[in-house]
């Protein structure tokens, strides 16, 4: 939480950033990209400037209604969006060269109607609380409130190349702050406000950013050295360097994915990390999945999801996607299910896995791949809830082929 106002420099940089993202439909990765670069911004205040960004858009609802701004307005009256957030806050308002202001009556009137819906003083919009409460019931509030929750940096430690403690000795000699975490052994989070990836432990691939809910898919699906394993939906290759990382650099690791730009991203990773036993592969076709039929001990399957369950980091997805999205990727994924799993041996692993909590998309999904799949069998599987854990929330589900 900010202890002292946004300048008007920053404060007009928050707008330009949400303007992008919201006007313009930019990813909010690319919005930070576009108005950091070339800026020469002190460490800590790039990272005021996205703790702002982020707590706006994971309640934008709430603040476009205590500003009386609609979403689509944010670019004409920014200023008075970011003065009803510093009030919120408690905060003074910044000093803008122009500024639209909110009467404090009005503001605090707005404020205790607010507190009367939940959902809004959530930040949930109308769609996702219905689909939330038809889908997750009385565990749904929880989840929904951990949702509007700023997320905690986590970084995998690279046993490729390093272990836990001599991270945390090197990064602290670099002045980052870190602390191993509770029940995940791969995971460090970091706790204070350095530049990560200006450090030298970063350029020398000893660790990679990744939420310690993700960490745990990689480690469910429990690879060895030597195995022949897939990560068939790579993307840019986050779990596949923690794969790489369980087999010891040793065994054949392909990552395949639909998007040539993802597997180039994930080369250079991989070089960086020393993950020598990744091999890259684009899925043309069909025909590239059939070749590799019953080939796999191991074979991962991080579908495309509604993200529904890392909504605290990628908050602008809430108010790009709508509920009519779901039925299209639920579709995919059974596709994808049904089609890749053909890839595993007998008595080889498939481990599917979403960002999502929502049940239709998980369990719901392996029920279904099971009861048409007799040769395969259930193994376990897991939803790490966002409230619970207080990491990201995801699904993974641990099946056998037992036959072909």
Not at 262 to 275: F, Y
Not at 377 to 401: C, H, N, P, Q, W
């Amino acid at each position: 939480m900010l202890q002292t106002s946004l300048s008007a420099s920053s404060t007009e940089l928050v707008i330009n950033i949400l303007s992008t993202v919201l006007s313009e439909g930019k990813p909010l990765d690319r919005a930070y990209s576009i108005h950091f670069s070339g800026l020469k911004l002190l460490p800590a205040e790039q990272a005021r400037i996205a703790f702002v960004v982020g707590d706006i858009l994971r309640k934008l609802n709430l603040y476009c209604y205590l500003a009386d701004v609609k979403q689509s307005e944010i670019e004409r009256l920014g200023s008075r969006l970011l003065n009803a957030w510093h009030m919120l806050q408690q905060l003074p308002l910044p000093k803008l060269p122009y500024s639209l202001t909110i009467e404090q009556p009005l503001f605090d009137e707005r404020v205790a109607q607010a507190k009367l819906d939940e959902a809004l003083w959530d930040g949930c919009p109308e769609w996702l609380n219905e689909l939330g409460l038809q889908q997750m019931g009385e565990q749904w509030p929880a989840e929904r409130a951990a949702l509007n929750q700023a997320p905690k940096r986590y970084i995998r430690v690279n046993g490729l190349k390093t272990d836990k403690a001599s991270l945390i000795d090197k990064l602290a000699k670099e002045g980052v702050q870190s602390q191993a975490v509770a029940g995940v052994e791969s995971a460090l989070e970091i706790i204070s406000d350095s530049a990560l990836f200006r450090t030298d432990a970063f350029k020398q691939g000893l660790f990679e950013q990744q939420d310690a809910g993700s960490q745990q898919i990689a480690a469910v699906l429990d690879a060895k050295p030597g195995m022949r394993v897939v990560d068939a939906c790579a993307g840019a290759g986050g779990k596949t360097l923690a794969i790489a990382a369980q087999m010891q650099g040793k065994g054949r690791l392909l990552a395949m994915d639909v998007e040539q730009w993802k597997l180039d991203s994930l080369k250079q990773r991989a070089r960086r990390a020393g993950a020598h036993n990744v091999e890259t592969r684009i899925i043309a076709s069909s025909k590239t999945i059939k070749r590799l039929k019953l080939s796999a001990d191991r074979v991962l399957l991080d579908v495309p999801c509604s993200g529904l369950g890392v909504l605290k980091r990628n908050p602008d997805a809430k108010w790009r996607d709508t509920a009519d999205r779901l039925p299209v990727l639920v579709q995919l994924q059974k596709d994808i299910l049904q089609s890749y799993s053909r890839m595993v041996k007998v008595d080889g692993i498939l481990v599917y896995a979403t960002c999502s909590i929502m049940p239709q998309e998980n369990r719901a999904q392996v029920d279904e791949f099971l009861e048409n799949n007799p040769h395969f069998s259930f193994i376990e599987d897991e939803t790490i809830s966002v409230a619970e854990s207080g990491f990201d929330g995801f699904y993974m589900a641990k099946l056998k082929r037992i036959s072909e």
